[in-house]
């Protein structure tokens, strides 16, 4: 392990006379062999003791026996050892009990995510056999699937991300459980939910885990507007690996008509940004199958769009995936190669006070004229000043 602080928090504990190991996540990373990306802590020592160790904290769940702990610049969560009493809102329990390792275990949702690690004695601690299904790549439910997913629905959804993982495999009694829960993800909030998509869209398993969505009925609750089918198959095959989240939306969306792509987009609580490329991307898409048609003016608009490589690459996905010929991804490269951005985006050569100037009286008519000046300068037949202002008289004076 790389980071030597998380250790050394799990020492100072122990010198205070509590028990303490590393959960979740990092341990199965650590069996694994992969370095985790942050590392939590559990431990015997109440969060008002945890607390009077560590100088700086932050209390971002005392009631649930979580302490933040600011240790050498890094960041850790430092949680009680506990058992949960009943959930009432599919998310969190109404009381919590500190008690000891087995029971903190017990109350966790896979088997795969239940180890516990001592690093100062280099020994893993396993009451419910996580190891045995990290190594035989099954995601599993502690205990009773369904009970596990009452407690907190996002369950539902993780099981998938988990199961997702090349080489992995839901075991059949939670595969069981989270088809027949799938109708309860609507109880999670929609930016949890999100979140969940993000990460599967976005970890390289985007391919296996919409496929498991829809074989599980979750996508049809979540995205109803998204049928699986080989084509989508297929793009989400093409999809690098680590795609910014909006991209990886517009791909599973663009089929869609633009507009339920952004209902979609606004649904889940994208960001506005995120939203507008979204749609922007499924309301393009088509746009470029015609680009060897377009005026060169629009041909230009459409090159200088923001993240325009967003818009080139899921043409590629697109088209390829459908086995269309004549894909119009070399004569694009071909033609952005050729134009600079000034080509592109050239200064305007007249304003809307030249126009006023000209006794023209403002208006909505202004947009139109400027847009008509933009596009003979565009095409090439306008480049000074002067033949604009000419153009203007001649056309709309």
């Given at each position: 392990?790389?980071d030597?602080?998380?250790?050394?928090?799990?020492e100072?504990?122990?010198?205070?006379?509590?028990?303490a190991?590393f959960?979740?996540g990092?341990?199965?990373?650590?069996v694994?062999?992969v370095?985790?990306a942050d590392?939590?802590?559990a431990t015997s020592a109440?969060p008002?003791?945890?607390?009077?160790?560590?100088p700086r904290?932050?209390?971002?769940?005392a009631?649930f026996?979580v302490?933040?702990v600011i240790?050498k610049?890094?960041?850790?969560?430092?949680?009680t050892f506990?058992?949960d009493?009943?959930?009432?809102?599919?998310?969190?329990p109404?009381a919590v009990t500190?008690t000891?390792?087995?029971d903190?275990v017990?109350?966790?949702?896979?088997?795969?995510?239940?180890?516990l690690y001592?690093?100062?004695?280099n020994?893993?601690?396993?009451?419910?056999n996580g190891?045995?299904d990290?190594?035989?790549?099954?995601?599993?439910a502690?205990?009773d699937?369904?009970?596990?997913?009452?407690?907190?629905?996002?369950?539902i959804l993780?099981?998938?991300?988990f199961?997702?993982?090349?080489?992995?495999r839901?075991?059949?009694?939670t595969?069981?459980?989270?088809?027949?829960m799938?109708?309860?993800?609507?109880?999670?909030s929609?930016?949890?939910i999100?979140d969940?998509?993000?990460?599967?869209?976005?970890?390289?398993r985007?391919?296996r885990g919409?496929?498991?969505?829809?074989?599980?009925?979750?996508?049809s609750e979540?995205l109803p507007e998204v049928?699986?089918?080989?084509h989508?198959?297929?793009?989400?095959?093409?999809?690098?690996?680590?795609p910014?989240?909006?991209?990886?939306f517009?791909v599973?969306l663009?089929?869609?008509p633009?507009a339920?792509?952004?209902?979609?987009?606004?649904?889940?609580?994208?960001?506005?940004r995120q939203i507008d490329h979204?749609?922007s991307?499924v309301?393009t898409?088509?746009?470029l199958d015609?680009?060897?048609?377009m005026?060169?003016?629009?041909?230009?608009?459409l090159l200088?769009?923001h993240?325009f490589?967003?818009?080139l690459e899921?043409h590629?996905?697109h088209?390829a995936?459908?086995?269309?010929?004549g894909s119009?991804?070399t004569?694009i490269?071909e033609?952005?190669?050729?134009?600079s951005?000034?080509?592109?985006s050239?200064?305007?050569?007249i304003?809307?006070?030249?126009?006023?100037?000209?006794g023209?009286?403002?208006g909505?008519?202004?947009?139109?004229?400027?847009t008509?000046?933009?596009?003979e300068?565009?095409?090439g037949?306008?480049s000074t000043r002067?033949?604009?202002?000419?153009f203007?008289?001649?056309?709309f004076?």
């Amino acid at each position: 392990m790389k980071d030597s602080r998380a250790r050394e928090i799990v020492e100072t504990l122990r010198e205070a006379g509590h028990r303490a190991y590393f959960v979740g996540g990092c341990v199965r990373d650590l069996v694994m062999g992969v370095e985790p990306a942050d590392y939590d802590i559990a431990t015997s020592a109440r969060p008002e003791q945890v607390r009077a160790i560590f100088p700086r904290t932050q209390s971002i769940g005392a009631r649930f026996g979580v302490v933040l702990v600011i240790f050498k610049g890094g960041l850790y969560e430092v949680a009680t050892f506990r058992s949960d009493a009943a959930y009432v809102d599919g998310r969190r329990p109404t009381a919590v009990t500190f008690t000891g390792p087995e029971d903190d275990v017990r109350r966790r949702d896979f088997t795969i995510n239940g180890l516990l690690y001592d690093p100062v004695e280099n020994e893993f601690i396993d009451y419910v056999n996580g190891r045995a299904d990290i190594e035989r790549r099954i995601v599993r439910a502690i205990g009773d699937p369904a009970a596990r997913f009452q407690e907190d629905k996002l369950r539902i959804l993780r099981a998938v991300r988990f199961g997702a993982r090349p080489g992995y495999r839901i075991a059949p009694d939670t595969w069981d459980a989270v088809r027949r829960m799938a109708p309860q993800i609507h109880r999670v909030s929609r930016e949890r939910i999100r979140d969940e998509l993000v990460r599967l869209l976005s970890e390289g398993r985007a391919k296996r885990g919409v496929h498991l969505l829809a074989e599980s009925g979750l996508l049809s609750e979540i995205l109803p507007e998204v049928a699986w089918d080989p084509h989508l198959d297929a793009c989400l095959g093409l999809m690098a690996p680590e795609p910014k989240a909006d991209f990886a939306f517009a791909v599973l969306l663009h089929e869609c008509p633009a507009a339920a792509a952004r209902g979609a987009a606004e649904r889940l609580r994208l960001s506005r940004r995120q939203i507008d490329h979204v749609e922007s991307l499924v309301r393009t898409r088509p746009a470029l199958d015609q680009v060897r048609r377009m005026p060169v003016s629009a041909l230009k608009r459409l090159l200088r769009r923001h993240r325009f490589e967003d818009h080139l690459e899921l043409h590629r996905i697109h088209t390829a995936a459908a086995g269309l010929p004549g894909s119009a991804y070399t004569f694009i490269e071909e033609r952005r190669a050729a134009w600079s951005a000034e080509d592109l985006s050239p200064e305007p050569l007249i304003s809307g006070a030249d126009l006023i100037t000209l006794g023209l009286e403002p208006g909505p008519s202004f947009a139109r004229i400027l847009t008509t000046l933009e596009d003979e300068q565009l095409e090439g037949r306008l480049s000074t000043r002067a033949g604009a202002l000419a153009f203007v008289r001649d056309r709309f004076l």
